[in-house]
């Protein structure tokens, strides 16, 4: 199941790891995927949550994560099973260019960081 990512700026938190245009590896899946947004705590359902093969604490920050080469699947990740992905190597996903401007030393550059606009 798929989250709507309806929080692009992520709510303002400052206390992730990964913040917005960050390129994360799964620590279990070994996917690879740039964060858009994020949640500092799970918001999914329930039932949601309870048909995840893990199920990692909620109280912790979650992220809607563009997954490479899926052909334009996302995910919803606990910080716990992040870690950064060091390749330097871009991601290849459809909806890239709907949050970024560039690829640039190894991150994203959103279109709001881009022009300046950084308000919510």
């Known amino acids: ?31 690879r995927g740039v964060v858009v947004a994020h949640d500092m705590q799970c918001v999914a359902g329930d039932k949601w949550y309870q ?23 996302s995910t919803y990740v606990a910080q716990s099973n992040l870690e950064p992905d060091l390749s330097g190597d871009p991601i290849n996903h459809p909806r890239l260019g709907s949050y970024f401007t560039e690829f640039k030393d190894g991150s994203y550059v959103s279109h709001k960081a881009k022009t300046g606009d950084c308000s919510a």
């Open 51 to 73: 048909a995840n093969k893990t199920q990692p604490s909620r109280d912790q920050p979650w992220y809607h994560v563009l997954v490479h080469e899926t052909g334009g699947l």
């Open 1 to 31: 199941m798929l989250i709507r990512i309806t929080d692009f700026e992520g709510g303002g938190a400052t206390s992730v790891d990964f913040p917005l245009g960050v390129v994360v590896k799964h620590k279990l899946y070994h996917y």
